[in-house]
């Protein structure tokens, strides 16, 4: 079969499309012939071995694709040859043959395109930790997202207005604040400022003005997607007894808290990570993709592609995501 291959970690373009054996599944596995790759920031990382975890070279690389069930292993019980499915894998996604755990692996809606559904994967499960698991994001909250115009801060505006949030959408540029806006966003924040001082009174007078209440402290969340000194800013718009949530770090730096500050205002911080959840959450984790399909079905979430690649480009695609060139998500074709 055909897939991209990591011999050593590098530069992303020096890594190629190859010919490969064909994988082998067993006990509990499942076989996927893939159609759709939905690409993600952590797989930019993975790919120059900067990613936290490092798999054992050569591999495969990838962790969401949609495809149909070519075979099953033994004990196999979630899905069945012919099944059209999605996976969220650690690795071997950039491949048209895909070996996935069972669990891993979710029967979609019958009329969900499968470009759909890899672009939603990842993004969404991961705005489902942010905002349901550790943010429970309550009817009638405010909650602000940075990074709101990219994949992960998209599908937490969408998730955010199914539960009946006020959403903030805080971005970089009035085309990223359309966007938002078509996804549900109630407001827009601009993000741009010359420094740190000058982003936290920026941002505050705009969420004063789009909320009335002084000095900005309104959200009873903030998701951000960011990191940098948006995190530091978004401390400031938090409400009494409000939490920040931690889903990465796309701004480049990797900011601290100060505990002081978090004492004497009432606030918490908290990490919203996803691989972690299906070994300790896994029902939680089941529940939240039936969650996605159910909002896909009722048309009040979508993938939001921005650019569709074949797998032999995946270089190119991948520039689109490290440049910040992207607005929603990016998909390869197999």
Known sequence: ????????????????????????????????ENHAIGLNFPDALMLQGKYQKKPDRPFVPGRDLSGVVRAVGANVTRCKPGDRVVAQVFKGAFGELVPAPQERCFVMPEDMPF?????????????????????????????????????????????????????????????????????????????????????????????????????????????????????????????????????????????????????????????????????HMYPEMERGVNDMFRLWTEGKARANINARFPLEDFAQAFDMITGRKVMGKVVLTV
Request: with cysteine.
């Open 1 to 32: 079969m055909r897939a991209v291959l990591v011999k050593e970690f590098g530069p992303i373009g020096s890594h190629q499309v190859e010919e490969v054996p064909d994988p082998e599944i067993g006990p509990g596995e499942v076989l996927i």
């Open 115 to 279: 470009e759909e559904a890899a672009g939603m994967i990842t993004v969404f499960n991961t705005a489902w930790v942010a905002v349901e698991m550790r943010g429970r994001v309550q009817a009638g909250d405010t909650v602000m997202i940075t990074g709101a115009a990219g994949g992960v801060g998209l599908a937490a505006v969408q998730r955010c207005k199914a539960r009946g949030a006020t959403v903030l959408a805080a971005v970089s540029s009035p085309e990223k604040g359309e966007l938002a806006r078509q996804n549900g966003a109630d407001h827009v924040i601009d993000t741009n400022a010359d420094d740190l001082d000058g982003l936290k009174r920026h941002l505050q007078a705009q969420v004063e003005a789009a909320t009335g209440v002084a000095e900005g402290r309104a959200c009873n969340v903030v998701i951000d997607t960011v990191g940098a000194d948006l995190f530091e800013a978004g401390l400031r718009v938090l409400a009494f007894g409000g939490s920040l949530v931690i889903v990465g770090f796309s701004g480049g730096s990797i900011p601290a808290a100060k505990a002081n500050y978090l004492l004497y205002n009432n606030l918490g911080v908290m990490g919203a990570p996803l691989d972690i959840q299906f070994e």
